[in-house]
């Protein structure tokens, strides 16, 4: 009877977590203990219990993670053991209490000194709280919590903590710990309960929406600079070398012919490194349908509320959107002429992941060295790699398939010289290098400033929500990308040199590199990080994700410009 007993307190406990958000009167409210580090490196976490805390004394239970994002987002749920039933009041008490010996008083010296945070969770909503403060050459930590938690009818709707009884550390002290809980009527929805966590003085400043229409009225001045420039420009070429086809052969072979036709045999010359631009060009269009999908779904499905909810979505859809890959990237391939599609199809499928997995698994060497709460579990690592092998590799097989027989076959509007045309002399402003070094320049400058807010919402404690701004920024960015690249393939290939394809992916892409130099910034200047870990974190995944983004708008713009180079060439008559 015994066991029985407590299966069942085990099963009542369960079954009220935050999955259900349902509680009959007097039913079991579970307080999750979750992590607990610096303030000044959020990434920096460690179970709450790696300090010398102690729990209550209600039965526990062991928390697994539910899903593979909580794991990799370091979180680590604890039962509290303190004794929450809903709608009970719980006046003050003692659950439990600590002899400091010398490590413990060590331990906790060193959180308080170091501005030590927890986090809990109650019914899925965050709560925050500070390990102790300073006074003097006095350390003291909080060890009272009231609990006012409000509930509209059987859903509990909002969680307040209040830390009270400063005691002071010192060599075996005997510090007892004590908490109370409040319950209280609200009139709060439970749609919105949410909203108190948001910061719309911050993320709602003018600066933002200053911000977003300079970028739209950036893409109105650059979209009509461009077409400007090139419709009169490629108007005195069509005319030039509608002139020139009224010429006899002797008087063509007397003038001096110049410009972009005079490449028309090569402009289409498969590019070198092909398998690796071409795999680069298929994850490219993966994480821009990736990234248009998870904005949207975000914004309809307001996936920032739910706990680990965004990373699910976006690991679900990528492993989903994996034929996209395949599709785009095989169908260049074979169009440029390539033969090894099965080693081009690997390079696509396992690109991304292996730097993605690659960048983590180093980070988590050093997590490991810290016992931070950021290490990956092993678990996981073989749940990622199973979704590499099991999912990703044969959906990236089956596109890679499809676009060779669909989109497969060349269809250039110009045959392909045998012999390669020499390149001529230049000056230095036009060599591929210099274009790719400034095409950067301007899509980077329409987003700087969203990406303020972002990196403040994921280095520091702002929840972003404002993703219908994130949506408009990012088609600004492409509609920015497009028009620059199509702009400096154009010079590019006015002087005679059809080394388009890379330099407009590249050209397009260095707006990676301004905003990791832009990262470098917000680390010095934003932030107070420091220690080898959460250095490492921050620029590690910091490249990860400026590379993203270069090869998203290193897509876009080979896209584009794709499009305006098959439109030239295919409206002009070649002989």
């Not at 859903?155 to 005997?174: M, Q, S, W």
């Not at 490629?234 to 012919?257: I, M, Q, T, V």
């Not at 994480?287 to 509320?305: D, K, N, Q, S």
Request: proline share 3%.
């Amino acid at each position: 009877m015994k066991i029985l007993y407590i299966l069942f307190l085990l099963w009542h406990v369960a079954k009220c977590d935050e999955h259900t958000h349902t509680y009959k009167d007097r039913e079991q409210v579970v307080l999750w203990m979750n992590t607990v580090g610096p303030y000044h490196n959020r990434q920096e976490t460690y179970a709450y219990f790696s300090l010398p805390f102690c729990a209550g004394t209600k039965v526990t239970i062991g928390h697994y993670h539910e899903t593979l994002s909580e794991a990799l987002q370091g979180v680590e749920l604890e039962i509290s053991g303190l004794d929450i039933t809903f709608k009970d009041n719980v006046p003050a008490q003692q659950f439990c209490a600590i002899e400091l010996n010398e490590q413990s008083y060590k331990a906790l010296v060193y959180a308080v000194k170091n501005h030590y945070w927890y986090q809990m969770y109650v019914d899925d909503l965050p709560i925050w709280g500070i390990v102790g403060e300073i006074d003097g050459n006095n350390y003291y930590i909080w060890t009272h919590k009231k609990f006012d938690i409000g509930y509209n009818g059987n859903r509990i709707v909002e969680v307040n903590l209040t830390a009270e009884n400063k005691e002071r550390l010192r060599p075996n002290a005997n510090i007892p710990f004590t908490y109370e809980v409040n319950w209280k009527k609200s009139n709060i929805k439970f749609e919105d309960r949410f909203d108190k966590y948001l910061d719309p003085n911050f993320f709602q400043h003018r600066i933002h929406w200053f911000s977003i229409f300079n970028s739209f009225m950036m893409v109105i001045f650059l979209v009509g600079l461009v077409s400007m420039i090139l419709m009169r420009t490629l108007r005195k070429d069509y005319a030039r070398y509608s002139k020139d086809d009224d010429l006899d052969d002797l008087e063509k072979d007397l003038g001096d012919e110049y410009g972009w036709k005079q490449v028309h045999g090569d402009v289409f010359r498969p590019v070198p490194h092909l398998a690796m631009f071409s795999a680069l060009i298929g994850a490219g269009h993966q994480l821009t349908v990736v990234t248009l999908a998870v904005i949207i779904f975000t914004i309809f499905g307001e996936l920032y509320t739910e706990r680990g909810s965004l990373l699910s979505t976006a690991i679900f859809i990528y492993a989903a959107t994996s034929p996209v890959n395949g599709y785009f990237g095989g169908s260049l391939y074979a169009r440029m002429g390539g033969r090894l599609w099965i080693k081009q199809m690997l390079l696509s499928a396992f690109l991304l992941p292996v730097l993605v997995c690659g960048t983590a698994f180093f980070i988590n060497f050093i997590a490991m060295y810290y016992h931070a709460s950021r290490a990956i579990p092993f678990g996981s690592m073989i749940a990622v790699m199973s979704i590499c092998t099991f999912v990703i590799l044969p959906l990236t097989l089956v596109g890679t398939v499809l676009g060779r027989n669909l989109a497969g076959q060349p269809d250039y509007p110009c045959r392909i010289n045998a012999v390669p045309r020499p390149i001529p002399e230049k000056k230095w402003f036009m060599e591929p290098l210099i274009i790719i070094i400034m095409g950067g320049v301007l899509p980077f400058g329409s987003i700087f400033i969203e990406m303020y807010f972002i990196f403040t919402s994921f280095w520091a404690y702002k929840i972003y929500y404002v993703y219908g701004f994130m949506l408009l920024v990012f088609l600004i960015l492409m509609i920015v990308t497009v028009c620059v690249t199509i702009v400096c393939t154009y010079f590019l290939l006015n002087a005679e040199d059809y080394r388009w394809q890379w330099t407009s992916f590249l050209s397009a892409g260095s707006t990676a590199i301004y905003v990791y130099l832009y990262s470098f910034y917000y680390f010095i200047f934003k932030t107070k990080m420091y220690g080898l870990f959460q250095t490492t974190f921050y620029f590690g995944y910091m490249a990860l994700f400026s590379l993203t983004l270069g090869i998203i708008c290193g897509t876009v713009g080979y896209i584009g410009t794709s499009l305006f180079v098959r439109k030239i060439y295919s409206t002009v008559k070649i002989d």
